[in-house]
């Protein structure tokens, strides 16, 4: 889990907002959320991917459908790992979810959050 993980869970809004201020590449998101309605954004498994996802959850021009992500083995860790991911509304999807209930999520407006090798 990365640190910014649970540093956002302490810090909230305020420490996204510091983390990406002055990011360039909100307005371009917002931008196509509004031209283009649903989006699956796809990134690189790099960094903290969790904090973009919520960073455009809540600053963007719709919320984010959820991260589709593996279950962690370990039970509880996953459990936690849901909760982080989950603090400020990103909800935790899995490749069991279905393939409806994804098109659903795109289909009504929202982003999907994916990583290439999830």
């Known amino acids: 889990i990365p640190a910014e993980v649970l540093a956002i869970a302490r810090g909230g809004v305020p ?4 983390l990406f201020a002055g990011d360039p590449g909100i307005e371009r998101w917002r931008t196509l959320q509004r031209e283009c309605g649903g989006l699956i954004a796809i990134t690189g498994h790099v960094g903290n991917w969790e904090a973009v996802l919520q960073w455009f959850h809540v600053r963007g021009e719709r919320p984010c459908g959820g991260a589709i992500a593996k279950r962690v083995p370990n039970p509880r860790l996953n459990v936690l790992v849901e909760e982080l991911r989950g ?4 909800p935790t999807l899995y490749a069991d979810t279905g393939v409806r209930k994804l098109a659903r999520i795109v289909a009504d407006g ?3 959050g994916i990583v290439p090798d999830q």
């Open 15 to 18: 420490f996204l907002e510091r």
């Open 110 to 112: 929202h982003t999907l």
């Open 87 to 90: 603090c400020l509304g990103v």
